[in-house]
Nanobody
Framework: QVQLVESGGGLVQAGDSLRLSCAAS????????KGWFRQAPGKEREFVAS????????DYADSVKGRFTISRDNAENTVSLLMNSLKPEDTAVYSC?????????????????????WGQGTQVTVSS
């Protein structure tokens, strides 16, 4: 059974920082890309960031580039998202996702349809 569990969400003020973590189990963690997505009320789930299987390639949505940093620790089966300079518009449920291991799954994607495993999500609320 593949499980992804996010943690680290909470209520913060604009300008604050927050680190989200995702712990994986029952999964070939080191062999597939990981991604972070978010969904705000009334909006579709959107891409935030992705990281390749070995951490060598990262990708960020324009809205978070320069503020957010995705990283992974394959030894501990975790992927993190450091969020700096948070804005109210960052308020959303943040979910981590994993692709199926394999050649194509080694690299990240901006599409929610190309990830096979999802965590339950963690709420991030940024006040003005």
């Amino acid at each position: 059974q593949v499980q992804l569990v996010e943690s680290g969400g909470g209520l913060v003020q604009a300008g604050d920082s927050l680190r989200l973590s995702c712990a994986a189990s029952g999964h070939s963690f080191s062999r597939s890309a990981k991604g972070w997505f978010r969904q705000a009320p009334g909006k579709e789930r959107e891409f935030v960031a992705s990281i390749s299987w070995n951490g060598g390639i990262t990708d960020y949505a324009d809205s978070v580039k320069g503020r957010f940093t995705i990283s992974r620790d394959n030894a501990e089966n975790t992927v993190s998202l450091l969020m700096n300079s948070l804005k109210p518009e960052d308020t959303a449920v943040y979910s981590c996702a994993a692709r199926t291991s394999g050649w194509y799954g080694k690299f990240g994607s901006r599409s929610v349809h190309e990830y096979d495993y999802w965590g339950q999500g963690t709420q991030v609320t940024v006040s003005s």
